[in-house]
């Protein structure tokens, strides 16, 4: 099995902060006088579409939708961190992820990445969309565990 390497340089990685504090920031309550969000912002907020867009779906579909935009937009940098607060190499994190290890989670709380469920986890090692990952669990190609590694 090939390894997709995922290392990043801190400068991305400090634009996905940067880009996750402007979200935090503008994504507060209307009614708390706080700035509302830009149409940009609004669209990102969304997983890439509309507050009208995304009000339309399902919560299946919603849910499917924000687990495809984490996997693309985000575990790459939350397995950069894993790696960096861990000191791990790529591999270690990928057959440490697979096994179920919790010890390799980020600290909690963490400011900047909040604990993710185990499928999050093996997406983000195989680079998979929420129904290819659903469909190798259906073939018995890959196990659906929880988050301690036992099968349910």
Known sequence: MK?????????????????LDRLEATTTDKSNGMQSLSESAESEFC???TEEQFSKLTPMEQFILRFNWQGREIRPYYKDE??????ITSDK?????????????LPQPNKRFAPTLYKYRVAGVFG?????????IARGEMKDRIADGYSH
């Open 3 to 19: 390894w997709k390497d995922t290392s990043s340089n801190n400068k991305s990685f400090d634009n996905l902060f940067d880009r």
């Open 47 to 49: 997983f890439g579409l």
């Open 82 to 87: 894993v790696l960096r607060v861990h000191n």
């Open 93 to 105: 994190y990928d057959r440490r992820t697979l096994e179920g290890d919790e010890s390799i989670y």
């Open 128 to 136: 998979l969309d929420w129904q290819t990952l659903q469909d190798k």
